[in-house]
Structures are given as structure tokens and as C-alpha cells.
């Protein structure tokens, strides 16, 4: 698994804390140095973080199981949404819904009926409708599509939770942690690390920044991805050489059998 290079990190601005003033003391071993009334992030440090959430995302993607992103400042958005994509995981780019985890079924039925307007537009129930059913119908699919569309295929709880920005994202967080689902965050210097179970210490406001964590992470899940791909086509093929020996083992058998009463007659 390639790690991300130090050198990169810096270009990327990943070394930007916020002004002095706002920082949380418990961010305190991974500040390098203040300049200019600023923090400035240890990057040697958020490169040790930044494989060791790489490394533990990539065995959860191997697993199967699904990872949520969550980011709904307007920086890291499109950049989360495009990463998210890549790896064909779930992700709330907008307003997060209250009890999104912790009142599952809820926003589970919010996304059936997401699905059960798609079905009546395909068997055409949908044009039975008069004028302004249709467009109180559109509009609700509208709203839901905008707040649920990239979990519509998520029909149980994420393994885990890849959070920017944690103090926006502090429900999220809280709803996480209350459910025991493990937290890998991007940590600013105004943050408390200890809220998370994987912190990677770094700038959560440069879209570069953002993107280059995005970029490595999501790397590593697709390095899993592939992983989990080659053992099942692997299990494919031992299933199929299996059925293959069992096959000849009962040809064999008939044969002796057969032979053997031939012999005896």
C-alpha cells in the first residue's frame, strides 16, 4: 500500500491549523510550531495517521461492508461526492438527518418511498394522477433524492464513518459513537482528536487538502476492493474444482462398481 509522501502533504497546504486563539488543547501533540498567530500541523504525524486509517479502511473494504462519508460544508462537497463515487460507497453531502444511525428504520422507509415513486413513474401510476398530484409527488422525490440519494442502496448500518470537519459534523459523530460504529475523521487544530477513533490531523478547510486525504484513502479502499474480488473469484474457482474432483471421484466409483459386477458374474 503506496503511503502518501510528506512532500505532498505540504503542497497540499495540510499543515494549515487554524489561528492560535481557536485551538483545542488536545490537539496539542500534533502541532509542529506557530507562525504568524497560526498553528501549523506536524505533518510527519498526519502521515502515520493518515496510513494507519488507510490501512484500516482498506481491511474493512476487503470485509465487504460499507463505509458512509459525510461532509456538508460547501469545500469539501463535490470532492467528497467524487472519492465516495470512485469507491462505491454511501455519502451525505447535504444536510445531515437527524437519527440518520440511530433511528435507521426511519430514514429506511424515507427511502422506500424514494423507490415507490420511482416504481409508479415506470408502471405508470404516475400518469393517473391529476396535474398538482403530480407536482406535490416530484417535489417530494425532489427533496428526498437531494438528502437520501446516495444511501438509497444502503440498507444497513455502516462498518464505519469518514467524517470532514467533525465540529459541523458533530451529530454524525455523536450518533456514530452512541452505536459503538468506529469515526476516521480529518482533525483541525480547533477539534478535539479524542472524538474520533481515527484522527488524521490536518487542514478540513483547503479543498486541496481535503482532496489529497480523499484521494489517499480512498486508494486504499479500492486496493481492498480489489482484494475482496480476486478471494471470491478465487472461492469461485475452488468451489468449481471441487464439484469437478466430486464428479470424477463418482464416475471412478461407478466404474469400480460396475467392474465388480462384471467380475462376479
Known sequence: MAKVDVKDLLNAGVHFGHLTRKWNPHMAPYIFMEKNGIHIIDLHKTSVKLDEASNALGKIATSGRKILFVATKKQAKDIVAKHAESVNMPYITERWPGGMLTNFVTIRKAVKKMN?????KKDGTFETL?????????RQRAKLEKNLGSIADMTRLPSALFVVDILR????????????IPVFAIVDTNSDPQLVDFPIPGNDDASKSIDLILETVTNSIKEGLSVRKAEKAKAKEEGVAEEEDVLVQDTNDTEASDSKEENNA
Open 116 to 120: 415507490s415513486i420511482d416504481r409508479m
Open 130 to 138: 391529476s396535474k398538482k398530484e403530480k407536482l406535490q409527488v416530484d
Open 169 to 180: 459534523e458533530h451529530i454524525a459523530v455523536t450518533e456514530a459513537k452512541k452505536l459503538g
